[in-house]
């Protein structure tokens, strides 16, 4: 596997209040927020997300870390890491936020996300603050 970029996803109910503390006291810059998720950026290659937990995401940690590695080919990624002998909690999946996506753990119980990017569906379009969506 060869990332693109990487980053941690921090899983809170404070997402506001994250939001707001790391664009206030950090200079952080918001690139995506669609209320349950924001994306906050540093610099070039420099990001960190914050993310409510989901009911409907049961490979979604309630609270904790999540890594984010962003790839250039989601699926052929998932089939060498299936050859390679990992399970991943499911198969890839495209979502409407921007991506198509799937899940595993590492040996310490950190969730790591793998995905492509992909075209946000029309809802999620408006959440990317920076420029062009995806």
């Known amino acids: 596997m060869r990332p693109t970029t990487a980053s941690p996803a921090i899983i809170t109910p404070h997402v506001a209040a994250s939001r707001d503390f790391y664009v206030r006291h950090l200079g952080a810059r918001l690139a995506f927020d669609c209320g349950w998720f924001i994306s906050l950026e540093f610099g070039p290659g420099l990001s960190v997300q914050f993310m409510e937990p989901q009911a409907d995401q049961p490979t ?75």
């Open 60 to 134: 979604c940690a309630t609270t904790g870390l999540t890594y984010n590695f962003c790839v250039a080919d989601v699926d052929a990624t998932y089939k060498e890491l299936r050859v390679s002998g990992v399970t991943p909690d499911a198969p890839p999946e495209d979502h409407p936020w921007g991506d198509r996506g799937f899940a595993l753990r590492d040996p310490n119980g950190v969730t790591l996300y793998i995905y492509s990017d992909r075209e946000p569906a029309p809802e999620f379009r408006a959440a990317y603050l920076t420029g062009a969506a995806q």
